[in-house]
């Protein structure tokens, strides 16, 4: 059992019978490179089968952020496709594995979950067994305006929200708090954030920590978050986005009176996102919807290890991270140019190997 790992962006330790990892990159606001997601793989594995502990809790050092996601500048500025895609398998296939190890976990998983929350980090989170969300949260899957895709098994987490939920979340990527996580069922409980301390001690001072004693402490602590607009929102979401063809969802929402600042914002999404990662989402909500996580994963790491190599996902980081002019130059630069075949070959199976999820899993 590891105190604190050398580099000190994670932190392992175990209290009492629970163990305690801390994301510690707070000036990136915990954004995931690849020694994180090796160092989360071995304490995972590790823990999975130590009998000295009961659950696992997962939080942040950080005040502003739980996990910005993925540091997916790191991957996008690097030139070359080759070195993209190589960067890519490296970095999707473990964070992909971590999140399998999460979604399949043989003990409580305890999320706590405040600030940014966004892309990787819901892939840290959402899959656990209790997702506990502050007042602070601004959760998001933000990938279309960046040339990704919602991935980190997002579409077994996504189909799983109440109605057509899911599909919004991720096609336009709004940010949400915590009576809307709740709503969307992405979070199980809301903890104010100056309870977390006390949470994590009540927790780490019980002597056995089976999944109804973890309720039972979470409970306690529990309250009901103020506002949220997706209860109010839920019949027109599932208006607007029912349709299992896009180019129609897309038409239902130009043809909407802009009557609503969500229905304004997804318009405005619509026309600024990658193409190709606006069809390649649909894609994976539409055909995944009842694909196992295995399934989903594998297709996420096909999807992603190309995507990363080619135009759109350096055109994203550039205009949106690097050079924050907010002006990408997609291509191809409409929703029509964008074919079935294109989305089929980014499915495709990989010549150099696809994700094999069992590779160092105990």
């Known amino acids: ?58 939080r942040s050092a950080s005040e502003r952020a739980f996990c910005a996601g993925g540091d997916m500048r790191a991957v996008g500025v690097l030139p070359d496709p080759v070195e993209r895609s190589a960067m890519g398998r490296a970095f999707f296939g473990t964070e992909y594995r971590v999140n399998y190890r999460i979604n399949s976990f043989p003990k409580p998983f305890i999320a706590l979950i405040n600030g940014i929350a966004m892309g990787g980090g819901l892939g840290l989170s959402i899959h656990g067994s209790h997702r506990v969300v502050s007042e602070d949260l601004r959760m998001a899957m933000p990938e279309t305006v960046l040339g990704l895709f919602p991935d980190v098994g997002g579409t077994w987490f996504l189909n799983r929200c109440p109605g057509m939920i899911g599909r919004y979340l991720a096609l336009v990527g709004p940010q949400i708090g915590a009576a809307d996580a709740l709503t969307a069922g992405l979070a199980t409980h809301h903890v104010p954030y100056v309870a977390f301390e006390q949470l994590v001690a009540d927790l780490a001072s019980t002597d056995r920590l089976d999944a109804a004693e973890v309720d039972a402490i979470i409970g306690a602590h529990a309250a009901s978050p103020e506002g949220g607009k997706l209860a109010n929102q839920q019949t027109e979401i599932a208006r ?61 790491f096909r999807m992603a290890v190309r995507i990363v190599a080619g135009h759109d996902f350096a055109e994203g980081v550039r205009a949106i991270l690097v050079d924050k002019d907010q002006s990408p130059h997609w291509t191809p630069p409409t929703l029509e140019g964008v074919t079935d075949a294109e989305i089929d070959r980014l499915l495709a199976p990989l010549a150099d190997g696809d994700l094999d999820l069992s590779k160092g899993l105990a």
């Open 240 to 300: 607007l986005f029912e349709n299992d063809d896009l180019d129609t969802v897309v038409a239902a929402i130009d043809a909407s009176a802009p009557n609503a600042d969500w229905i304004a914002e997804a318009r405005s999404v619509l026309k600024r996102a990658s193409p190709t990662s606006l069809r390649a989402t649909w894609r994976r909500l539409v055909d995944g919807k009842d694909q196992s996580i295995e399934r989903i994963l594998s297709d996420d």
């Open 1 to 58: 059992m590891t105190d604190a790992l050398p580099t000190e962006e994670v932190l392992a330790t175990v209290r009492g019978r629970l163990g305690v990892i801390t994301l510690n990159r707070p000036k990136a606001l915990n954004a995931l490179n690849l020694a994180m997601v090796d160092q989360l793989d071995s304490i995972l594995s590790a823990w999975a089968v130590e009998p000295a502990i009961d659950a696992v809790l997962i």
